[in-house]
């Protein structure tokens, strides 16, 4: 089946650094990929929409200067956390629809094993 | 804008017991409904989904799913649980582009 790769897994860094977190789709291409935030004992928030190509699209409230997503190719997302604040810390997940089932009626979202950011 | 409601935030059961847990949404138009589960530690995992057809889904697992447009619900059913069960449950409704998540239902089940 479809498999999205996410890393790191876990990452701590200092405040006022960036961090990169890195979104594959291994063997199936993504033009689209999303980026969610989970808090603790919540659900997964929508934080933007990565498109092949082209800018990504934010969901309100988020940040764009501190939340830069750039989607290169139709393999790879990345989402960079710049100048990381504590309250920044949280766990992300990348998901990415795959339509190799069968098009625009038997799709499925796969996501990311997530990746813990924890800044101090 | 779409929601998606988890009534239940934890459920407790016992081996054997059966499983209900309700999601309802909020769209007035043609939504794609899925159940995500996520074992500690791991990764959601596709459970069901449902586009069309009919509207009751099987999915992995013994795990099924009842669409009620007229509820606008997609409650997820199993008849006999398991102490490997115990995970979190999200339910997800798509409309357009954008996939929203339910709060999620943590369950345990007791051995």
Redesign the interface.
């Given at each position: 089946g479809a498999v999205v790769s996410?890393h790191p897994s876990r990452v701590i860094c200092k405040s006022g650094t960036s961090v990169k977190i890195e979104c594959r789709s291994l063997d199936f291409q993504a033009t689209?990929m999303?980026w969610?935030r989970q808090f603790p004992k919540?659900?997964?928030?929508?934080m933007a929409?990565s498109n092949e190509g082209s800018k990504a699209t934010y969901e309100q409230g988020v940040e764009k200067d501190k939340f830069l997503i750039n989607h290169a190719s139709l393999t790879l997302s990345t989402l960079t956390v710049t100048s990381a604040h504590p309250e920044d810390s949280s766990f992300y997940?990348c998901?990415a629809r795959d339509l190799s089932g069968g098009g625009s009626?038997?799709y499925?979202?796969?996501?990311?094993?997530?990746t813990r950011l924890t800044v101090v | 804008a779409q929601s998606v409601s988890q009534h239940n935030h934890h459920v407790i059961l016992s081996e054997a017991a059966s499983l209900e847990l309700g999601c309802n949404y909020s769209y007035g138009g043609t939504v794609n409904l899925?159940w995500?589960v996520q074992y500690p530690g791991?990764?959601?995992?596709?459970l069901l989904?449902y586009?069309?057809g009919d509207p009751l889904v099987k999915g992995i697992k013994g795990f099924e799913a009842e669409f009620i447009k007229s509820k606008f619900s997609f409650n997820l059913r199993k008849p006999s649980v398991q102490w490997s069960d115990t995970a979190e449950y999200?339910c997800?409704a798509e409309a357009g582009?954008?996939?929203?998540?339910?709060?999620?239902t943590r369950l345990m089940v007791k051995p």
């Open positions: 996410q689209t999303f969610y919540k659900s997964l928030m929508l929409t997940i998901s009626t038997n499925g979202y796969t996501f990311g094993s997530g | 899925f995500y791991q990764h959601l995992q596709l989904k586009f069309s999200f997800a582009n954008m996939l929203t998540f339910g709060g999620g």
